[in-house]
């Protein structure tokens, strides 16, 4: 009968699928299996709900399954949890939407997992605030404690505290977008703590969650002696409301027992007497029964004593009544009353209840700008004490060798990090605790210079003590001002390579010498191995010629590359040594930040990835080690890679002169003026990576985002392309497209690629003909005001028909370009931009064109003759000449 009753419902569902929004595909939803082990993610087979494992947002307990008897009984998520047997407090930190209003469930099993079978008693708190005590008394039955909470920053702290009453363990964590229709508001409070969800006319003993309710809202059956359930026949012209209820629930309705019955009444406890909250109470109806044209349902809502809502129900429609308890009044014992009105002919009814407390979360999280910093240090020294949720509060759970200031939002104010092992370079990140009025880090193993940023970017520094390390060069003025002033208690000792002034690197070898017969064993030792290393090196000259003409990877590299050697993956104390502690920004994006950085002299660009821009980054860290492997004079070289932890970076080569948009727009402080010649020979270099890209690799690479921003100029003005972050190689060599989601820039975006989602070379070739306009005319790719918002393809074609080459070709030029040169380059940009891929030329057509503008240019620059006379035009099939 149960089972009917359900399939009842499900068929009630499909038929109204009008009433709920189509939200079917867990958009919003964040389900976590605790304690599954890494790369076992399923799919619930009785909700259909996708569980991952929770190995990427914790680094500490351990996993452990329940017992057999529990597996079976409960849903798959309820198999491992993970237990917490060592720390006080062991949180997940888990990457959200800030602003966004969450319904967060944490769900608890039991299982008697440990053999002990004694359930134990312990704390959950979200980020500084406790969220509830978790009290388990039977082994058997699964627990959930439910918040609806929106979060101020851009990730969630959950943790589980020791109170010393058994090991604190997690099953499940879910969390379900609940922003929608301005649902579940409230005045003032902004987490409220969801106690139930009751489903009075329910027939069985289900709870309902997914896919019953899109939203995942659980509904527990509840009944009573006094009362009857109703339920609509089947319909499909019953209308939601804001709340989008699942159908199971709103079809079903408890009315009293009696059919003369004048009311219908329930109680319902506190949750935690000693926490006198505001309660939310949120009542959902709908009528279930066919009414008769002379039948009325009318009742009058009370909740403890107090009427304060009068409902008529109709047909069709679902309402939902919010009631807020009066502030300052607290309840032991909860009592709703719906009594019928004399003017109705039918007794009341209720379909759903759901019960909410506001929740004290007065406590503040620590500044976000000092939590990133101080997470980061603890990447860079790999901190292995157990660092874990806010860092500053709840006081009792402050990381270890801080201290913070609570006057407002928390932030720190002291580090203390002595004696840790440390190693590498002063972190940069330290730079960003601003508040900083201590920091410890003595009797360590850190190297290099002092950084100056200690003055410059902590102004409320008063004790710095960096005794007892590897610390070298001279210790910066300003520091020691301070500490002469008395500002600042500055403790440098027993860092033997560190000086006040002078020659420094003198001082050091001064020093390295006296009193030290090791020096002598280590040069000899160093001579033998030197002799040694000639032996290999010619050896491995002789092996590298004769692999030479076979290595088909590396046939476009330019010979003496001096990053050849380079070419790897790094660590991240590599990248934070060779940016020197990330200390000049190159720019910034919303991929990340990209620094400066040097290797063995030689310059490059690090691009550090936010953790939001590498989704799906084991495939994307695939085609990097494959672009490792693509080299050409014209292609930005991919110097290698750091994939350690969170830390996720590109190392480039530096690039000197910026962006082509750059030179083009004028927003560049680098004097070089773009001549025509120089326009050219940048169009010629572009196509050459292009063409290498769809001709020279195998299989073809489309670099699906050719636009002006990603043609880098070095010191020679020499054009590369860059970022080949989006770019697609075909499978097959027998591949005529791609069939791929649309990735590209607006303006540069080939429009038969946009409409269809099917990606060719021809694709690569449209963007590089708006990069060529923009190249002749200096206009922008997209509508431009100037030219009536019109595309920069639209507004020259409508000028090529009119004949005048001098109102396309960039107004700084002055004129001072070849005519015939700037007719001929305009006509392949044109063809570059039809509509039809299959009126489009190959880049290697392209080429050759480009190529022969660029000969004419010279003749020209040369004191040749007329150009028109020098050059014979061989018009490439696939490029119709325009009338001129």
């Not at 943790?159 to 977008?177: D, K, Q, Y």
């Not at 301070?482 to 420094?504: A, I, W």
Request: one cysteine or more.
């Amino acid at each position: 009968m149960r089972m009917l009753m359900h399939l009842l419902f499900v068929m009630l569902g499909v038929v109204t699928s009008g009433l709920l929004v189509q939200t079917q595909f867990q958009s919003g939803f964040i389900s976590i299996d605790c304690g599954l082990p890494e790369g076992k993610d399923y799919t619930e087979k009785s909700t259909g709900i996708n569980y991952i494992s929770d190995t990427n947002f914790i680094d500490s307990g351990v996993s452990k399954m329940v017992s057999n008897e529990d597996k079976i009984t409960h849903q798959q998520q309820f198999s491992y949890l993970r237990s917490f047997p060592n720390g006080m407090r062991n949180c997940y930190k888990i990457s959200v939407t800030s602003g966004i209003k969450y319904l967060i469930r944490a769900s608890f099993l039991y299982g008697n997992y440990d053999g002990l079978n004694e359930p134990p008693q312990f704390d959950i708190h979200l980020g500084s605030n406790l969220w509830d005590t978790v009290k388990l008394t039977n082994a058997s039955q699964s627990s959930y404690r439910e918040l609806m909470h929106t979060p101020t920053l851009n990730y969630v702290h959950i943790c589980l505290v020791n109170t010393g009453n058994g090991i604190p363990f997690i099953s499940a964590i879910e969390f379900r977008n609940m922003d929608f229709n301005n649902v579940y508001e409230t005045s003032g409070a902004t987490t409220l703590a969801r106690l139930a969800g009751l489903d009075f006319g329910s027939f069985t003993n289900l709870t309902y969650r997914y896919m019953d309710d899109f939203h995942d809202r659980l509904w527990e059956p509840y009944s009573n002696d006094q009362w009857t359930q109703l339920h609509n026949p089947i319909s499909n012209d019953l209308r939601s409301n804001d709340y989008e209820l699942p159908i199971s629930v709103i079809l079903t309705a408890a009315t009293p027992r009696n059919a003369n019955g004048v009311s219908l009444d329930f109680y319902f406890d506190a949750l935690n007497e000693t926490t006198q909250q505001r309660s939310y109470f949120f009542l959902h109806f709908a009528e279930v029964q066919k009414l008769a044209p002379n039948e009325t349902r009318e009742f009058n809502i009370a909740i403890n004593g107090e009427y304060f809502y009068n409902l008529l129900l109709t047909d069709h429609f679902v309402l939902t009544i919010p009631y807020s308890s009066p502030e300052n009044v607290f309840y032991k014992k909860n009592n709703i009353s719906l009594v019928k009105t004399e003017a109705s002919k039918l007794p009341p009814i209720i379909n759903a209840l759901e019960i909410y407390q506001a929740k004290d979360f007065s406590q503040l999280e620590t500044q976000e700008d000092d939590v990133d910093a101080i997470t980061n240090i603890k990447k860079v020294y790999r901190v292995a004490q157990n660092w874990q949720g806010d860092p500053c509060a709840p006081v009792a759970y402050m990381w270890e060798g801080l201290n913070c200031n609570f006057n407002g939002t928390p932030r720190i104010t002291s580090l203390n990090l002595s004696s840790r092992g440390l190693t590498g370079h002063i972190a940069v990140y330290i730079s960003k605790l601003t508040k900083l009025e201590s920091l410890d880090l003595s009797n360590n193993s850190l190297i290099g210079e002092i950084p100056v940023f200690l003055v410059e970017n902590l102004p409320s520094l008063r004790v710095l003590n960096l005794q007892n390390n590897n610390l070298t060069g001279l210790i910066p003025n300003a520091l020691l001002q301070k500490s002469s002033e008395g500002v600042l208690s500055l403790r440098l000792g027993q860092n033997p390579n560190l000086c006040e002034s002078g020659p420094c690197d003198q001082q050091t070898k001064d020093k390295s010498k006296e009193n030290n017969p090791v020096i002598y064993i280590i040069a000899s030792v160093s001579a033998f191995l030197m002799l040694l290393l000639v032996v290999l090196a010619a050896v491995n000259i002789i092996h590298i010629k004769k692999r030479k003409l076979k290595d088909d990877v590396y046939i476009h590299m330019e010979s003496g590359d001096p990053l050849e050697s380079k070419r790897r993956q790094y660590s991240f104390d590599e990248v934070v040594n060779m940016t020197n502690n990330f200390e000049k920004v190159l720019g910034r994006g919303g991929f990340g930040t990209v620094y400066y950085g040097i290797i063995d002299d030689i310059p490059v660009a690090v691009k550090m990835l936010l953790q939001s821009s590498v989704q799906g980054y084991q495939e994307f860290l695939a085609e990097v080690k494959f672009f490792m492997r693509v080299h050409h004079r014209n292609l930005t070289s991919l110097i290698g890679y750091c994939n350690e932890d969170d830390n996720i970076g590109l190392i480039y080569e530096y690039m000197a002169n910026g962006n082509l948009n750059e030179h083009l727009s004028g927003k560049t402080t680098r004097k070089k003026f773009l001549t025509w010649e120089d326009r050219l020979q940048i169009a010629v270099d572009v196509a050459q990576g292009l063409e290498y890209l769809h001709s020279g690799c195998k299989p073809p690479i489309i670099h699906r985002d050719v636009k002006c921003t990603n043609i880098l100029l070095n010191e020679n003005f020499q054009a590369k392309l860059a970022d080949l972050g989006l770019s697609k190689s075909f499978i097959f060599s027998g591949d005529t497209h791609v069939s791929t989601m649309v990735a590209g820039t607006p303006g540069y975006l080939d429009p038969e690629y946009q409409t269809s989602n099917k990606l060719t070379e021809k694709s690569d070739v449209y963007s590089f003909g708006v990069v060529l306009l923009k190249i002749i005319t200096g206009e922008a790719a997209a509508a431009s005001k100037a030219h009536n918002n019109a595309h920069i393809s639209q507004w020259v074609g409508s000028v090529v028909a009119r004949g005048d080459i001098e109102r396309i070709v960039d107004p700084s030029l002055e004129g001072d370009f070849d005519i015939y040169s700037a007719w001929k380059a305009v006509e392949v940009a044109m063809a570059c931009v039809s509509i039809s891929s299959k009126e489009r030329p190959y880049m290697r057509d392209v080429l050759v064109e480009l190529k022969e503008c660029l000969a004419v240019e010279l003749a020209r620059k040369n004191g040749a003759k007329d150009s028109n006379e020098l050059v014979t035009m061989n018009p490439v099939t696939e490029i119709s000449p325009i009338a001129r």
